[in-house]
């Protein structure tokens, strides 16, 4: 075997990740779906890394969401991008962190366009000074926050509490990593491992102490897929998804689920309730569901960090049984504390709303 | 069950693991021609049948390579043997046979006959 020759292949499929001093931006829908992994992230980053993150309050949406979603021109997409990195270049920061996937998606894309079309810049520019009278520069390095805790998980690492490990049995447990499509499928030049190899999650994995599974449908999309699911008719394409990747993995029996896009979690995550109430299948073991994470969550997780404080509770799939497997000291009574007062969800009545 | 307003899609991948091209391998060996079909589509649109029905040869021919021979045992009876496919096709066909070898590998249930 040519070791030499396998590494300047790989060589070819890593990315620049910068060092220090993030402009971070946050993402649309994240907030609402699992609000606890980006202040995870910026605890670590600040926290444990001592890094510095910038967070500027008049960043909005990158549009991304409408641009797939086949509601806003690209033109339109492309002036409120630029308009994004007008704050950065304004706070002083080059290094540009998106928390989506999407966004990173469409910011590279974007980038690429202008790098090959420098008149559709000029223009972009033009409509951004006439209509908010600012200016921009393009990013030094561009990566996703999943980029840089990859980036970071040795030292992440070197800190943990727990590993990914059964403490029972003490096997590694066994994790499906899911990477968003528009991470590397669209631009596979500009992800750790390319659309190919993705290993920006298999990384962390590994390095915390959990075996990857390589199943067949590894790299089929979660089926978020924007138009098959914000048009309900459409949503049984997008369930149909979810349901061949859990048909697909569940031989392999994975212990939990990692992803690294605002999609996806949710899609996997509650698709396996959705899937349960249609045709009364489950795909974990002991008849109960595949937990799923994102990758800030598995890193608190690895840290020590409170589950709660993670938002772990916001998952449709109980966290419980995976915190037991690794050992983890945790209240399962502040699961529905606020401010010190308990509350409880009603299931039902979160159906009928 | 809860009523989401949707239901799971049906996967539409072609499993040919599962599928039985028994059917397509009998007609295949009876009449060699099958196998040169480029599925144009000339077959269907010269047929009479298919102008009146939802007869089509060029989907029944493709059905049978797939191995997919349900939709095909319900529509090969509608043709009318008049051949007229036979003078259209480019490759040289023999289309009235195969649609005759179809419906024979039916009847004798070709190890499946779905």
């Known amino acids: 075997m040519k070791i030499e020759g396998k590494r300047a292949i790989w060589s070819e499929y890593q990315k620049e990740i910068a060092d220090d001093r993030y402009f971070y931006v946050r993402s649309c829908i994240r907030q609402n779906f699992f609000p606890g992994s980006e202040v995870a992230f910026l605890r670590i980053m600040r926290e444990e890394l001592g890094k510095d993150v910038y967070e500027h309050p008049c960043h909005t ?28 270049t ?44 600012r200016e921009f520069e393009i990013p030094e390095n561009l990566a996703h926050a999943s980029d840089v805790i990859y980036k970071f998980r040795k030292e992440i690492g070197a800190k943990a509490k727990y590993k990914l490990v059964n403490k029972n049995t003490g096997e590694p447990l066994k994790v499906v990593d899911h990477i968003g499509c528009h991470y590397s499928k669209m631009f596979p030049l500009k992800g750790v491992g390319g659309a190919e190899y993705p290993y920006v999650l298999a990384g962390m994995i590994e390095e915390w102490g959990g075996q990857v599974i390589d199943y067949p449908e590894r790299r089929h999309c979660c089926g978020f897929g924007f138009r098959q699911y914000l048009v309900q008719a459409n949503r049984g394409f997008s369930i149909a998804c979810s349901k061949q990747k859990f048909e ?50 598995v890193a608190g997780l690895v840290l020590g960090y409170d589950p709660w404080d993670l938002g772990l509770q916001m998952h449709q799939i109980d966290c419980e049984p995976l915190l037991e497997k690794i050992g983890y000291e945790y209240d399962p009574e502040k699961k529905y504390e606020i401010n010190g007062t308990v509350t409880k969800i009603n299931s039902h009545s979160l159906l009928n709303i | 069950m809860s009523n989401f307003g949707f239901t799971i899609s049906k996967a539409r991948i072609i499993d040919y693991d599962a599928n039985d091209r028994s059917i397509a391998e009998y007609i295949a060996e009876h009449e060699p021609s099958f196998r040169v079909c480029i599925e144009c589509g000339c077959c269907s ?38 051949g007229k496919c036979i003078l259209v096709c480019p490759r040289g066909v023999n289309t009235r046979n195969v649609v005759t070898l179809a419906r024979e590998a039916f009847n004798k249930k070709v190890k499946n006959a779905v």
Request: aromatic share 12%; glycine share 10%.
């Open chain 1, 90 to 133: 304004e706070a002083g920061y080059k290094n540009y962190v998106p928390s989506c996937i999407t966004s990173f998606g469409l910011y590279t894309e974007i980038l690429e366009t202008w790098h090959h079309f420098p008149e559709v810049e000029g223009k972009v520019r033009k409509q951004l000074k006439k209509a908010t009278g």
């Open chain 1, 248 to 297: 697909s993995m569940q031989p392999y029996k994975p212990d939990m689920i990692i992803t690294n896009c605002p999609g996806c979690p949710m899609f996997l995550d509650r698709w396996q309730y959705v899937i349960n109430e249609m045709e009364g299948k489950t795909y974990g073991c002991n008849g109960e569901g595949i937990p799923v994470f994102t990758y800030e969550e």
């Open chain 2, 45 to 82: 649109a010269t047929c009479t049948t298919g102008n009146f029905t939802r007869f089509s040869l060029r989907e029944l021919q493709i059905f049978l390579k797939r191995g997919e021979n349900e939709l095909v045992r319900d529509n090969i009876g509608k043709c009318m043997l008049c």
């Open chain 1, 61 to 88: 949406t990158c549009s991304g969401i409408g641009y797939h979603g086949d509601v806003v021109p690209v033109e339109t997409a492309m002036t409120v991008v630029a308009r994004q990195f007008a704050l950065m």
